[in-house]
């Protein structure tokens, strides 16, 4: 859900970014070039991203605005994002460009017929200096509607590491080590694990890294299609793994309740903000972009991260998401937003925002030394080197209305497991009714 994900909570909020340049020329938006081309035009941006995400995504349409002479707004979804560009486009006012956080998402714009095909220049560039996975995602029968800019390495558990050197462990190499761990670090004095339970993608990503460990990368694909239905077996397993660090207050930042109550950037604040409860948060890379950015930490000293560990013994889990830029066909000015994503395309742009932190570019060609710290570094180097082995953030290749809306589906139902997580079956069971429904509309 990345969501979101990368989506952080925030309300329907507009944001002008509005810059004009005043030159003229012509020519191709390009990693080289600085012509005017688009001068008086403004490209509007839709997308989840807050707080210093959207502020490091300024940095990316000012550069842009600098480069082309076309002005800048962006306007804030919240995590609905479906809901609101719908609305919008109903209304009237479509935004040129959305950032659409998940698969689903993107699959839904373009069945519906509000998508633009990517330009060839675009589909270029994806084809030569993207893995092949990327151009998967970005695509709805065959045609590319999706240019993934920013990327999420969600296989990564961060934490304090001098409230792990206090509990006198080290970063542990299995699941069943990690809340062995976690109970060291509630015998010194914190909470094992902050878990952003308010936001219900945080706990999708929690079940997929489990799922993808114990069942394997086959099942994982059927369930993420819905070839394989939620009741079978190896959900209620994983359900059931994921219970047992649902059900133990001592590992929670104040239990389940808390835990219901804490956002996704509450739950880092709770390890790395001025008054630490918890030793440990799992989330994505761009838990160090808060991190560094909100409390001032410094990535690889004050805050790291090792690896989301196996379960049963089973291989460690490598989970992706991503930020794909669409263009919409009622947008007034779709054309310029199409240079806005040849510019998004480009090594230059993904190198304006790696080096402020909370970022991944799955751009082959970005240079990564570009990257802010060694811990960032290491992250991208691996998500590259990955290639097509990653796997995508199965909520994300959902339906929105089971994986990607605040409220109901599965953000529901495993927030419900959060609250009560006595009966894995039966909130398998939820889960399968919620995605029949979902699949089938």
């Known amino acids: 859900m990345m969501r979101r994900r990368v989506p952080l909570l925030t309300g329907s909020v507009l944001l002008p970014l509005a810059l004009a340049a005043t030159a003229c020329g012509g ?43 076309a002005s800048t707004r962006f306007v804030s979804t919240g995590d609905n994002v479906s809901t609101v560009v719908g609305s919008k486009i109903e209304g009237g006012d479509a935004p040129d460009v959305v950032m659409v956080p998940q698969v689903g998402v993107l699959q839904q714009f373009a069945r519906k017929g509000w998508l633009q095909p990517l330009s060839k220049s675009v589909q270029g560039t994806v084809s030569s200096d993207y893995a092949s996975v990327w151009k998967n995602y970005g695509s709805v029968d065959d045609t590319l509607y999706g240019l993934y800019f920013k990327a999420a390495h969600k296989s990564t558990v961060w934490y ?10 080290k970063p542990p190499t299995s699941f069943d080590a990690m809340l062995k761990a976690g109970h060291a670090v509630s015998d010194s004095g914190l ?34 299609a819905h070839r394989l239905k939620w009741t079978d077996e190896s ?85 992706s998401g991503g930020d794909a830029a669409v263009v919409l066909k009622d947008g007034k000015h779709r054309a310029a937003g199409m ?23 799955p751009n082959k060609k970005l240079d990564l030394g570009e990257y802010g710290d060694d811990v960032t570094r290491a992250t991208a180097k691996s998500l590259i080197e990955a ?47 919620a995605a029949a429904k979902a699949y089938q509309d």
Request: charged share 20%; aromatic share 10%; no cysteine.
């Open 339 to 361: 240079k806005l994503l040849e510019y998004l395309a480009s090594p230059e742009a993904a190198a304006l925002w790696a080096g402020q932190g909370g970022f991944l570019s």
């Open 27 to 69: 020519g191709d938006v390009s990693a080289g070039g600085g012509d005017k081309t688009l001068d008086g035009q403004t490209v509007t941006v839709a997308g989840v991203w807050s707080g210093s995400e959207l502020k490091n995504f300024q940095k990316v349409l000012d550069a842009f605005t600098e480069k082309t002479g």
């Open 160 to 169: 304090s590491p001098s409230a792990l050197e206090q509990a006198g462990v």
């Open 235 to 319: 959900v209620v397993k994983a359900l059931t793994t994921l219970g047992t660090l649902f059900k133990d207050k001592q590992l929670l930042a104040g239990g389940q309740k808390g835990a219901l109550n804490t956002d996704f950037p509450g739950s880092v604040e709770k390890v790395f903000g001025p008054q630490p409860e918890a030793g440990m948060v799992y989330e994505g890379d761009f838990v160090a972009g808060v991190a560094k950015d909100q409390f001032g930490k410094k990535i690889g000293e004050d805050a790291d991260f090792f690896p989301f560990p196996g379960v049963d013994g089973n291989t460690a889990p490598v989970v």
């Open 387 to 433: 290639g097509d082995t990653v796997r995508f953030d199965m909520s994300d290749q959902a339906p929105a209305a089971f994986g990607g809306t605040k409220g109901v589906g599965e953000w529901k139902l495993l927030q419900d497991f959060l609250r009560d997580p006595s009966d894995p079956k039966a909130t398998a069971a939820a889960l399968e009714t």
């Open 191 to 224: 909470a094992a694990f902050a878990v952003a339970g308010q936001d219900g993608w945080t706990l999708t990503d929690w079940f997929e890294n489990v799922y993808l460990s114990q069942a394997g990368p086959e099942k994982y694909d059927a369930l993420a």
